[in-house]
């Protein structure tokens, strides 16, 4: 959001772009800093996340306070900038009131006389024959002898609109200098040296409390899910979203090793094969089923916590997954996302700024897991997430119970969240590399000034056209158009997440690829693993649990080449087999 156009690259672009046109090749592109930095970035947080009005979308394993708080920053420092540079122009017009006249005289003259071509048709008209010729010479002549007596108060004019060029460029370099420094500064001030960098905007109260407002929204823990192509996702989970994918299973009492075939809570036979599956399970009346003890999906829900929270120990069993976090969430439709409650509601009786903190969707919540999921909408999520690559891939599984009808649905939704696009990354300089930037930025601020200058031309320019069409003219109306159209598009009921607005659609290194899915891999391995011992706990017959966890896990991703796949097993282990035909790498 502090970043600024890279002005001396521009410089370099365009003299490529003229050696590519010398030389015939395909021109480059001129380089610019697009809809993930700077301006375009900070309109984009204030417009959809900050002053939305509906509640921001979670973005997992990524912090907004911070962020909306440099958004702030970054407008506030766009506005100062732009109020600095109109008291500039201001102050030379003020200064040199017949220079600045010049100089839209010019700058109109410019446009009209060459730009849109008229000189030349007037020149190409007036040698076309004798007679034009003549005209053209007489009208010049005419003019010539109107404007000779003013001679002196034109000359005064061209001489004071060069020291109002002079000043003009020299006092707007100088903004943009600052601009630029300040921009430097902001940087460094979030620099790995700094511990506790600043997340409230200073002078900005109304600001400030909307930000508090999302602090408290992104730990009510409710999350949108919206349908994209053929899955559906988790909005700001990760734009990479694997298939859901889960054993389901008719629960059945298993037999113990005091029963009568004494083969205990495995299939028949060395080599179990899916028709003796079935046999076993065909073998199993419905009256055997009172053998199982009774549990609700929260019950299995909270063992599993429990054994996911050991994943983030301290070699526990081998080395811990590094930075592991299980939490619990209540997922919503993007349909109902705008009318849950945006912002924490005043205590009866407390202060004006004392807000009560709880989560609205506690209630519902709680409920959810200890009834029948059948016709709700929302459902209660387990996930448990895995932060790596210094915050660049964010991996999280979230995981659902059902248990209704005699069935038991265990369901895992894998999302990655992928690195943040080159664009959209700003580094804090430091060193030679922050001493060359610091010496650089005049030189910068120089052709920033010249940009303004192109584009305030190009705005007089649009300013008289439209005024010349009439107010209402067919431009205005398509201006009105478009500022209604933008308007419209800021009311959107769909959820969005910054973090996936910065971010790829997926991780691109080979090695964060492989990281990525061996994390999905252990957790659901020791999600079903968890789940199968609850189970058998229980008295449930586990066999057909297993069988269908192991297809899951060992088609977890396929590894280079498409020559091996590397897969998880039910203890969390990793073995190599040959790939298959049916192997598919998103689950």
């Known amino acids: 959001m502090h970043e600024r156009v890279n002005r001396i690259g521009q410089v370099r672009d365009l003299m490529g772009k003229w050696q590519d046109r010398v030389r015939g090749r395909k021109e480059r592109d001129i380089r610019c800093l697009g809809p993930l930095a700077g301006g375009e970035l900070v309109r984009w947080t204030m417009e959809n996340v900050l002053n939305a009005r509906k509640r921001p979308a979670p973005s997992f394993g990524f912090s907004l306070s911070l962020v909306l708080t440099h958004s702030v920053v970054a407008q506030r420092q766009l506005r100062l900038r732009g109020a600095a540079i109109a008291g500039v122009v201001g102050l030379v017009a003020v200064r040199h009131p017949l220079g600045a006249i010049a100089l839209v005289v010019l700058a109109l003259l410019r446009h009209y006389l060459l730009a849109a071509g008229l000189l030349r048709a007037l020149l190409r008209w007036g040698f076309s024959s004798l007679v034009p010729l003549l005209l053209v010479i007489a009208g010049g002549y005419l003019a010539w002898s109107r404007l000779q007596p003013y001679t002196p108060v034109l000359l005064f004019a061209v001489r004071d609109a060069i020291a109002a060029v002079v000043w003009t460029a020299l006092l707007v370099a100088a903004v943009y200098t600052v601009d630029r420094w300040v921009c430097v500064a902001y940087l460094a001030s979030l620099g790995p040296w700094r511990k506790n960098p600043t997340t409230r905007p200073r002078l900005a109260p109304r600001a400030a409390a909307r930000i508090a407002e999302c602090e408290v929204g992104e730990r009510w823990q409710s999350t949108p899910y919206r349908k994209e192509g053929w899955v559906n996702r988790f909005v700001g989970a990760g734009l990479d979203a694997w298939r859901a994918t889960g054993p389901r299973i008719q629960l059945t009492a298993a037999r113990r090793a005091d029963d009568e075939d004494g083969e205990g809570n495995e299939p028949p036979g060395p080599n179990p094969t899916p028709q003796s599956w079935a046999t076993a399970e065909a073998e199993v009346s419905w009256e055997e089923a009172a053998g199982i003890r009774k549990f609700e999906a929260d019950e299995l829900m909270d063992k599993l916590r429990v054994e996911l929270e050991r994943l983030s120990g301290v070699l526990v069993e081998t080395h811990a997954l590094p930075h592991c976090d299980i939490f619990e969430t209540l997922a919503v439709p993007q349909s109902r996302w705008k009318k849950l409650p945006r912002k924490p509601e005043r205590k009866p009786g407390a202060p004006r700024r004392a807000h009560d903190e709880s989560w609205p969707e506690a209630k519902e919540m709680i409920e959810e897991g200890r009834k029948a999921p059948s016709g709700h909408h929302s459902r209660?999520?387990?996930?448990?997430?895995?932060?790596?690559?210094?915050?660049?891939?964010?991996?999280?599984?979230?995981?659902?119970?059902?248990?209704?009808?005699?069935?038991?649905?265990?369901?895992?939704?894998?999302?990655?969240?992928?690195?943040?696009?080159?664009?959209?990354?700003?580094?804090?300089?430091?060193?030679?590399?922050?001493?060359?930037?610091?010496?650089?930025?005049?030189?910068?601020?120089?052709?920033?000034?010249?940009?303004?200058?192109?584009?305030?031309?190009?705005?007089?320019?649009?300013?008289?056209?439209?005024?010349?069409?009439?107010?209402?003219?067919?431009?205005?109306?398509?201006?009105?158009?478009?500022?209604?159209?933008?308007?419209?598009?800021?009311?959107?009921?769909?959820?969005?997440?910054?973090?996936?607005?910065?971010?790829?659609?997926?991780?691109?290194?080979?090695?964060?690829?492989?990281?990525?899915?061996?994390?999905?891999?252990?957790?659901?391995?020791?999600?079903?693993?968890?789940?199968?011992?609850?189970?058998?706990?229980?008295?449930?017959?586990?066999?057909?649990?297993?069988?269908?966890?192991?297809?899951?896990?060992?088609?977890?991703?396929?590894?280079?080449?498409?020559?091996?796949?590397?897969?998880?097993?039910?203890?969390?282990?990793?073995?190599?087999?040959?790939?298959?035909?049916?192997?598919?790498?998103?689950?």
């Open 380 to 587: 209660r999520y387990l996930a448990a997430q895995v932060v790596d690559w210094k915050g660049d891939i964010v991996v999280t599984v979230f995981a659902h119970a059902a248990l209704e009808g005699q069935t038991l649905h265990f369901v895992t939704r894998p999302h990655v969240l992928a690195p943040l696009k080159n664009e959209a990354r700003a580094e804090s300089a430091k060193g030679w590399e922050l001493t060359q930037k610091i010496l650089l930025t005049p030189i910068h601020a120089l052709v920033d000034t010249a940009a303004l200058s192109r584009r305030s031309h190009a705005g007089l320019v649009r300013a008289l056209d439209v005024f010349v069409g009439g107010l209402l003219g067919h431009s205005a109306q398509r201006q009105v158009a478009a500022v209604l159209d933008k308007a419209e598009q800021k009311d959107n009921s769909e959820p969005v997440s910054l973090r996936e607005y910065c971010a790829l659609d997926a991780p691109e290194d080979m090695h964060q690829v492989e990281d990525a899915a061996r994390h999905i891999s252990i957790l659901q391995s020791r999600m079903f693993s968890t789940v199968s011992a609850f189970l058998d706990d229980h008295g449930v017959f586990t066999g057909d649990f297993k069988r269908q966890a192991q297809e899951v896990v060992t088609k977890i991703f396929i590894n280079g080449d498409h020559n091996q796949v590397n897969t998880g097993n039910m203890q969390g282990g990793q073995t190599q087999n040959a790939e298959t035909d049916s192997a598919q790498p998103k689950g």
